[in-house]
């Protein structure tokens, strides 16, 4: 499979300039129509201020918002123009100030969600759990980038989390989509020894036999380590291997309609220094 259609999160205003180049290129790569989405949140108002009614209040902020969609969309329209692209712009209206449920249903007609990492100490225009929804509620793969950063490629020298589980499966099949013609993988298994039932003699082998006929080259490596995060294990190996792309699935369970992740996605969501595809 190829990625042909792309959903773009075009709620980081201020990282615009780092992610629409990414996201230009990685379409340019699969001649993919690219869809930008911008999400305006609803008005909270919590009561009447600085002698304002209410009324009053919600109008100069659905104004302000409106003009913020409009120069989105004009940058959006932009890049498209200037990487030979062809997309359309989504402008959709939330239901409260979070935005991923929007993104999330205008992003499971594509075969790719593309996403900013959220930095909880900075607004990004998304609520702080926006990259946590999207993982766990679109149903499609989401690559995540980090912000402040541009990539003209992505899929060349690849790092594959790999245990066996559904999720990761699911990741890795959907990783082809993404990478490069050729692509040097490396399938690791973090802490095989404590699944050896699953893992066997040789963890990874079967896998990366599949993945090989694909036309990539992979190599499986089983990563022993002293009890560590498995995200940050993953990160590592991705720093040591000088990978522009980290693969892995997402795992979490609902809890009262809020998604709990375990600890290896969640320290890969907010810390990765490189874009990381999920599927879940």
Not at 3 to 23: E, F, G, Q, R
Not at 170 to 175: E, K, N, T
Not at 227 to 234: F, I, K, P, S
Request: charged letters at 20%; proline letters at 4%.
């Amino acid at each position: 499979m190829t990625v042909k259609t792309i959903a773009l999160s075009l709620n980081d205003i201020d990282n615009l300039d780092h992610l629409l180049p990414t996201a230009a290129a990685i379409a340019n790569a699969s001649d993919a129509h690219l869809s930008g989405v911008y999400v305006i949140p609803s008005v909270e108002v919590y009561a009447a201020y600085a002698g304002m009614a209410m009324a009053d209040v919600v109008d100069t902020q659905r104004k302000r918002y409106l003009a913020m969609a409009k120069s989105v969309q004009e940058k959006f329209a932009h890049a498209l123009d200037a990487n030979g692209l062809q997309g359309e712009f989504h402008q959709l209206d939330a239901i409260n100030m979070s935005v991923s449920r929007e993104f999330c249903e205008a992003a499971r007609v594509a075969d790719l969600a593309i996403i900013a990492q959220v930095d909880r100490d900075t607004y990004c225009g998304v609520e702080a759990e926006f990259a946590e929804n999207v993982v766990m509620g679109v149903g499609r793969p989401v690559l995540i980038v980090p912000r402040g950063k541009s990539y003209d490629a992505i899929g060349k020298k690849v790092v594959m989390g790999w245990n066996g589980t559904r999720e990761a499966a699911r990741a890795c099949f959907d990783a082809l989509a993404v990478m490069a013609d050729g692509a040097d993988v490396t399938l690791v298994w973090v802490d095989p020894q404590k699944t050896r039932a699953e893992a066997g003699n040789l963890p990874g082998t079967e896998m990366a036999s599949t993945l090989a006929r694909h036309g990539v080259k992979v190599t499986a490596e089983p990563m022993p380590t002293a009890d560590e995060n498995a995200g940050a294990a993953l990160l590592t190996k991705a720093s040591d291997a000088g990978a522009d792309l980290l693969v892995m699935g997402a795992y979490g369970h609902s809890r009262v309609r809020e998604f709990v992740f375990g600890g290896a996605s969640e320290t890969v969501i907010k810390s990765a220094p490189l874009p990381v595809l999920m599927s879940h």
